[in-house]
């Protein structure tokens, strides 16, 4: 399994960028997909995430700004940030949990990161 994320780039403050992430490759299903980011010198943390049935989860920092949603259909995540803050610069990470049946288990995945960058 593939992620091959894009969207990334420098925006001001209080600007709006849009990530999106498509999972590729052989599997038999895509469950649970999301975003995570890491800034310099800091842990890597789960910004968003999505199951297959639409069900969301955020971060309280990123709460009424940005917004996850999903197309079953192509496998691809979509992370629409607004309303960003410096704060949020980081290296954003595409994260899916993948079914490979027959194989047993879920299996996790990671995207190549998308740099992120909010300026004051």
């Known amino acids: 399994v593939q992620l091959q994320a894009s969207g990334g780039g420098l925006v001001q403050d209080g600007g709006t960028l849009r990530l999106s992430c498509t999972a590729s490759?052989?599997?038999?299903?895509?469950?649970?997909m999301g975003w995570y980011r890491q800034a310099p010198k800091k842990q890597r943390e789960l910004v968003a995430s999505?199951?297959?049935?639409?069900?969301?989860n955020y971060a309280e920092s990123v709460k009424g700004r940005f917004s996850i949603s999903r197309d079953n259909a192509k496998n691809t995540i979509y992370l629409k940030m607004n309303s960003l803050k410096p704060e949020d610069t980081a290296v954003y990470y595409c994260h899916a949990i993948a079914d490979l049946r027959p194989l047993p288990g879920k299996y996790t995945y990671w995207g190549q990161g998308t740099q992120v960058t909010v300026s004051s």
């Open positions: 999505i199951t297959s049935g639409g069900s969301t």
């Open positions: 490759g052989s599997f038999f299903s895509v469950n649970d």
